[in-house]
């Protein structure tokens, strides 16, 4: 009890700027923006966001707009290896299909089996829910090379023009 009244009295100074800031413990926020920040992309439209050496990949809402309703998802196998670029699966749509490609050299940790029976994930939470496989990164370096969401942004409105 003591100590939490004394957080409180100390949160109020800090609050107040009556301590010094090395004193006042530090908050740090995470929302929306600072994941979408983290996510970094292709040229080809796929996402990859890396926590703990592990990336979950996915494609790009234009992406998914432009190949329309998913109606099939073919996934690697976990354990596969795959080299930056190398083409790791297919989505089908009513309207085409199209090749996955692995933004990071590494290897099928997870794979979304939710897509199996429900592969409309995709379109309805392409950056959540409709993520495709997570990987190990075995070349964190690789990243370096990726765009982020900024660029991809500038990437795709170039690509309507």
Not at 15 to 40: F, T, Y
Not at 62 to 81: H, M, N, R, W
Request: negative net charge.
């Amino acid at each position: 009890m003591a100590m939490s009244v004394l957080r409180g009295v100390s949160g109020v100074y800090c609050a107040a700027r009556l301590l010094p800031r090395n004193l006042c413990p530090v908050r740090n926020l995470s929302g929306a923006a600072r994941l979408l920040a983290a996510r970094k992309f292709t040229d080809k439209h796929e996402w990859i966001s890396v926590e703990d050496g592990v990336g979950t990949v996915g494609i790009s809402k234009f992406a998914q707009e432009a190949l329309g309703d998913v109606v099939y998802c073919s996934l690697p196998d976990i354990g596969t290896k795959f080299n930056k670029m190398d083409e790791f699966g297919t989505l089908e749509s009513v309207k085409a299909a199209s090749e996955l490609f692995s933004p990071l050299t590494g290897e099928v940790t997870a794979i979304n089996e939710a897509l199996a029976d429900n592969p409309g994930l995709v379109n309805k939470s392409c950056y959540d829910e409709g993520w495709l496989i997570k990987l190990t990164v075995e070349v964190p370096s690789e990243l370096d090379d990726l765009m982020s969401e900024e660029a991809y942004e500038k990437y795709v409105k170039s690509l309507e023009d």
